[in-house]
């Protein structure tokens, strides 16, 4: 079984849940889509939320998914083109939306992707698919950016970080290519509204929980509820304080989708969940729900994790996606935990 094929009833009933959700569909109707980074957390999520679609009977959206290689569902719905962000041949025809994911993932992090090599991917496919915007997508663009364009603090002092925060990378630290690059694309994403060359959005993503999120990278969440569900005890190699914040996937589509079809050319907005925890106070909820029979230690040692600078606080507000699109949180981090910890187990 594929992993599209594991996750599919996970997402399903996450979508058959919520109402909201037939509303997003309907408005998909026979939309020609364009999605790149279509292997990823993100990507996969949004295909299977198509896949719904077209199962429930809600709508038929069309998806052309650039990837380097063919490893995606074959569906009657869904085409592939073969290539990188950075260079691909531009399919006949013209598309309604584009959805652009396709960024440097954490498995390129966690294997020594230089911060180099993170900042030119990310200037140049998004400058490449910006320009295949501009003559191919006759509606609405969507970019994915990532709260790591704030720089990473040291301490929660100001609050929840919003859209409207100066903060930013410092160029002497190491492991900023990923918040350098974003911060580029979204100059790119700007300037090209500014330009009248494209009518697109950017998403800022957070942290996020769901099944399919990894359980050996350095997601905090992932390894916890694997752990847990191996029977193994949590090990927290820092202190266990910096502040997170965890968004459900099927929340993620939520938002993405209006942020989408309903954002103005050239606003951004965070994604992710506004309600903070420590990564200590993290781990004792994935015990107490999921197995609390194992122990938790706390290593004292560094809180940073690999390839990326140190961050204590990393919590975004939501006000203004919330006002604006008039959104909301569907799923508790409680009930994200239960849903992530019944699919590890059952695989």
């Known amino acids: 079984m594929s992993e599209f094929e594991r996750l599919t009833p996970y997402a399903w009933s996450f979508f058959d849940k919520h109402p909201i959700f037939e509303k997003i569909a309907t408005g998909c109707g026979d939309n020609r889509y364009f999605l790149t980074g279509g292997t990823g957390l993100f990507g996969t999520w949004i295909l299977l939320f198509f896949d719904w679609c077209h199962e429930r009977g809600l709508s038929e959206p069309r998806t ?8 995606l569902p074959t569906r009657k719905n869904i085409s592939c083109v073969q290539g990188t962000t950075e260079s691909f041949e531009h399919p006949d025809g ?5 959805i652009h994911l396709a960024a440097p993932s954490a498995r390129d992090t966690f294997r020594g992707m230089s911060d180099r090599a993170k900042l030119e991917q990310m200037y140049v496919g998004t400058k490449n698919i910006l320009e295949f915007a501009s003559s191919k997508v006759t509606g609405r663009s969507l970019f994915t950016s990532s709260g790591a364009v ?3 603090f040291p301490a929660a002092d100001d609050g929840l970080i919003n859209e409207m925060n100066r903060s930013a990378p410092l160029s002497i630290t190491p492991g900023i290519g990923l918040g350098l690059g974003k911060r580029v694309t979204e100059f790119l994403v700007s300037d090209y509204v500014r330009d009248s060359a494209v009518n697109a959005g950017v998403a800022r993503c957070f942290s996020f929980i769901g099944p399919g999120l990894p359980t050996d990278l350095h997601y905090a969440v992932g390894d916890f509820v694997g752990k847990a569900i191996a029977g193994e005890d ?3 190699n820092g202190d266990g304080s910096p502040i ?11 938002w993405l989708m209006m942020i989408l079809e309903q954002g103005d050319p050239g606003d951004d907005f965070n994604v992710g969940s506004s309600q903070a925890i420590t990564i200590y106070e993290l781990a ?5 729900l999921v197995n609390p029979d194992i122990k938790i230690t706390v290593k004292q040692g560094s809180n940073a994790s690999p390839g990326n600078p140190v961050n204590y606080f990393y919590v975004p507000d939501t006000s203004k996606i919330r006002d604006k699109l008039n959104v909301k949180e569907l799923a508790t981090l409680t009930e994200s935990i239960d849903n992530y910890a019944r699919f590890l187990s059952e695989q």
């Open 64 to 71: 052309t998914i650039l990837t380097r290689r063919d490893v």
């Open 234 to 236: 949590i090990k927290i």
């Open 94 to 98: 013209v598309f309604d939306r584009l």
């Open 150 to 152: 704030y720089g990473g």
């Open 284 to 288: 004792q909820m994935v015990r107490d």
């Open 244 to 254: 997170r914040s965890f968004m459900d996937l099927g929340d993620a589509v939520y």
